[in-house]
């Protein structure tokens, strides 16, 4: 898609602190009555009152390029940030020189550059556009904005993309289509790339005073390093056969709103707009995946599409393990197969639940351990077991989590691959078969990590529909319940990459097992966007259908979310976690390194901040551990 000046106006509005340069206090005191320029003689409450009204902007038409974004800024930052920032915007300089520098030598700097400036044939356009699945395409407007930015609260970024011209806009993104799109069904979203070069932050754990307060000087730290996000819309509109299909309200189109979280300090934005075209299963691809399905039930076709190819081996090496806890013998191949059939299997994880029949009185307080993506109970919960299965005491192996030994803990090992509704399906039958039955009543806790939270976000509703008797709880950790933009942004910042794993596996195919080759295929899909369907049910988009037949969270849960970062958990140095992190990965720390925390914590009040683990470490994280063992306690007693 060639890239040329666009027709469109787009224009870009920030809510957030002013800058308290020249022009953003001249701008404060005309806007916000009470609001006095240094040395004025104003109230005491006037002077140290923050206004928050839409900091200076400025459009630049034309692709971007590190030169550009450097000459605006030394052009700008006397106006822009005042003398009390000077030893901060020193650190935004630095970072921008330095790209700069790099820009030149390379032509043109991925991740930075408009793509229409790269020049570098180690990073070209034609490795970009490989993608596995060709499903996701991009357009990058020639336009960009550039913005100072001084926070003193940690609250969400809200941009706004006013779209004066809606009708103008929807043929110009219908043009912008692939000739073989054109009579498919595409969906359109708009987001905001945000690059933030930060010349000053607050530390970690800094809260600023509350309203009303005197404010004291925020402790800000000298810094340089760049951190980037990406900012997602819903989805704007449809296009089916060049014709637009806006999805919502004229208002909410005029003018859509992204929003990304961001930490307190000083830096420099600069935000480029993109819109995404994925393209839609059709009616036809529909019913041959259905049909599909039915021949694989039969046993007729035995191809099985969009499946984890390590379900299997895992459930296989899993199931013996257990097996030698309890003592019990192992599946048998009939049992393993019926497993990856279904995509799903529920086993004991406790021995009163090897012992429990749905028929016998005994037994009503019961834990649901769901795994998150890639993952199993075992691996997943692993941190709270005892590894070596010939050492497992009579009593169990939770070691760290003994009340799980004393109530019929279950694990639900699922194939993630599969869509959120059908390992939903799954569960709600297995329990029927083997833990509920026709008991009147009970309690049942899905403890769930990862996507498996919304796995138990979403059965919530259906199992208290089924049995209304129960009292049924979900507790969440690193969970995506406002979804996940990671599958996206890795996929578009190394997408170029999928074409060189390709090739390796290729080259290795006679050298490596068949489970390393698995994983480098999963790999390729992954940094090539190729994501299965039940990873994209967890995306925002995915959530946000989930979520229209049963909107809110439920009641009765309870969450754990993180920002990932440095700290007593982590010996690894700030600068190096924002090099590896954040410039070089392209993430801003704002979640558990997968999940950003607000999604983790989806506006609950019964939200517990884990940071700063990783999001594979909630289990390990001693705070973490005590009140879920306390949330399970409670909830748990006769």
């Not at 834990?367 to 109970?377: E, K, T």
């Not at 070596?388 to 009579?394: G, H, N």
């Not at 009340?403 to 059908?422: I, P, S, Y």
Request: glycine share 8%; aromatic share 8%; net charge neutral.
């Amino acid at each position: 898609m060639a890239e040329r000046a666009s027709r469109v106006q787009l224009e870009f509005q920030l809510d957030d602190d002013l800058a308290p340069g020249a022009a953003g206090l001249a701008a404060a005191a005309a806007v916000a009555p009470g609001f006095a320029m240094p040395g004025d003689d104003a109230p005491h409450e006037a002077r140290t009152r923050r206004p928050r009204r839409q900091p200076p902007v400025e459009k630049i038409e034309g692709c971007l390029c590190a030169h550009e974004v450097l000459e605006r800024f030394e052009a700008r930052r006397a106006e822009w940030f005042g003398e009390e920032l000077a030893p901060f915007v020193e650190g935004i300089a630095q970072q921008l020189r330095q790209e700069a520098r790099l820009s030149e030598h390379l032509h043109g700097l991925p991740c930075t550059d408009h793509r229409a400036v790269w020049a570098d044939e180690m990073v070209s356009d034609a490795a970009i556009e490989e993608p596995v699945a060709r499903r996701l395409r991009v357009w990058q407007p020639p336009v960009w904005w550039i913005a100072p930015i001084v926070r003193r609260h940690g609250r969400p970024l809200r941009m706004k993309l006013p779209l004066a011209q809606a009708d103008e806009l929807a043929q110009e993104l219908a043009e912008q289509l692939p000739p073989e799109w054109r009579n498919k069904r595409v969906v359109v979203q708009l987001e905001v790339e945000t690059r933030l070069y930060w010349g000053g932050c607050a530390p970690r754990g800094w809260t600023p005073p509350p309203p009303g307060e005197e404010a004291a000087r925020v402790p800000w730290q000298p810094c340089s390093f760049r951190g980037d996000g990406i900012g997602f819309s819903e989805d704007l509109l449809y296009l089916k056969k060049g014709q637009p299909t806006w999805l919502h309200d004229a208002n909410r189109v005029q003018a859509p709103e992204v929003r990304r979280s961001m930490r307190p300090g000083v830096g420099l934005l600069v935000a480029v707009p993109v819109f995404t075209f994925e393209l839609q299963e059709t009616t036809f691809a529909w019913i041959k995946r259905q049909a599909l399905r039915v021949l694989r039930w039969l046993g007729i076709r035995k191809t099985i599409a969009d499946r984890d190819p390590t379900f299997v081996q895992r459930l296989r090496e899993d199931e013996a393990w257990w097996a030698q806890v309890f003592g019990e013998p192992e599946p048998g191949p009939d049992v393993l197969r019926l497993a990856q059939k279904r995509g799903a299997r529920l086993a004991p994880a406790s021995r009163p639940a090897v012992a429990h029949r749905p028929e016998q009185p005994a037994g009503d307080r019961h834990v649901v351990l769901i795994h998150g993506g890639l993952s199993s109970a075992r691996s997943g919960f692993g941190a709270w077991l005892e590894t070596d299965a010939a050492q497992v005491p009579q009593a169990g192996p939770w070691r760290r989590m003994p009340l799980l030994d004393g109530c019929c803990t279950w694990r639900f090992e699922h194939d993630t691959f599969l869509r959120v509704a059908r390992n939903i399906d799954q569960l709600v039958d297995a329990l029927d078969r083997a833990v509920i039955g026709d008991r009147p009543e009970g309690t049942l806790v899905l403890l769930a990590h990862s996507r498996g939270g919304n796995v138990a976000r979403f059965a919530l509703p259906r199992l208290r529909q089924r049995w209304p008797g129960w009292r049924f709880y979900a507790l969440t950790a690193g969970s995506p319940h406002q979804g996940t933009g990671v599958f996206r942004s890795i996929g578009r910042r190394w997408s170029g990459a999928a074409v060189l794993v390709g090739w390796v596996r290729d080259l290795a195919s006679g050298i490596l097992d068949k489970q390393h080759l698995v994983q480098l295929t999963i790999l390729e899909r992954a940094l090539a966007y190729d994501i299965p369907p039940g990873f994209r049910d967890v995306e925002p988009a995915g959530v946000a259908r989930m979520a229209r037949r049963h909107p809110g969270m439920p009641e009765g849960m309870w969450v754990w979310g993180s920002e990932w970062g440095p700290g007593d958990s982590r010996p690894i140095g700030e600068r190096v976690w924002h090099r590896v992190i954040e410039d070089w990965a392209g993430f801003e720390a704002d979640g558990d390194g997968i999940v950003p925390k607000q999604s983790a914590l989806a506006g609950l009040a019964e939200a517990m901040d884990a940071s700063p683990v990783f999001h594979t470490e909630y289990f390990e994280h001693e705070p973490t551990v005590r009140q879920i063992r306390a949330r399970l306690e409670s909830l748990l007693a006769p």
